[in-house]
Nanobody, 113 residues
Framework: QVQLVESGGGLVQPGGSLRLSCAAS????????MGWYRQVPGEQRKLVAS???????NYADSARGRFTISRDNAKNTVYLQMNSLKPQDTAVYYC???????WGQGTQVTVSS
């Protein structure tokens, strides 16, 4: 059984940083592209950042320059480093394994003073 477990979310002040982790079990992530998405109530889930199996990254315009996606295949984990956070970054963040289309349960990020 494949599981993706996100962690690292929480409440942070504007301008602060968070590092999200997505730990996979049951499947090796090394051969799969991975993505981070976010969703706010009433809206569709949107791509934040993705990384191919070869390490090529892609970012939404809203994330470029502030967020960094990375992967550690040895730990079967993908990360999202988020800096200079803004209130509009508030959302539930989800991890996706493209190969097989597996999703985690999400982690809440709230940016507020």
């Amino acid at each position: 059984q494949v599981q993706l477990v996100e962690s690292g979310g929480g409440l942070v002040q504007p301008g602060g940083s968070l590092r999200l982790s997505c730990a996979a079990s049951g499947k090796d992530i090394s051969r799969s592209g991975m993505g981070w998405y976010r969703q706010v109530p009433g809206e569709q889930r949107k791509l934040v950042a993705s990384i191919t199996s070869g390490g090529i990254t892609n970012y939404a315009d809203s994330a470029r320059g502030r967020f960094t996606i990375s992967r550690d295949n040895a730990k079967n984990t993908v990360y999202l480093q988020m800096n200079s956070l803004k209130p509009q970054d508030t959302a539930v963040y989800y991890c996706n394994m493209y190969r097989g289309d597996y999703w985690g349960q999400g982690t809440q990020v709230t940016v507020s003073s």
